[in-house]
């Protein structure tokens, strides 16, 4: 089987467009708890990941050591400790929250 073109790609995994970029009111409008993940050598800039998370008003973040855009085959024992956390049913409440305080 040749190699897929990228129609037969899923919408998240292509290169992203104008259209297909959130608002800040849309992504405010996100009320549910939200994990932003990536490598710190990911092609999404940190700083795209930092305010994405910052407009999601239940995000978290969570950047890779030693990853790129391929973290989850790079480090999969890490991503899916981390992806188990997030969801679990409730959040680990934090000791010093700046974000979510309750």
């Known amino acids: 089987m040749g ?7 899923p919408k998240s995994s292509m290169p992203c467009t104008p ?3 959130l608002t800040t009111d849309d992504r405010e409008g996100i009320r549910c708890r939200t994990l ?3 490598g710190d050598d990911d092609q999404v800039t940190l700083e795209h990941a930092i305010d994405l998370y910052r407009a999601l008003p ?7 050591p030693g990853a790129s855009h391929g973290l989850l ?3 999969p024992d890490l991503c899916n400790t ?4 997030f969801l679990t049913p409730e ?9 979510r305080v309750g």
């Open 91 to 99: 959040p680990t409440p934090t000791l010093a929250p700046r974000r």
């Open 19 to 21: 259209a297909d970029t």
């Open 73 to 75: 085959v790079e480090k």
């Open 36 to 38: 932003v993940m990536l």
């Open 82 to 85: 981390i992806l188990l956390d």
């Open 58 to 64: 239940d995000g978290e973040l969570a950047i890779i």
């Open 3 to 9: 190699k897929p073109t990228m129609r037969r790609w």
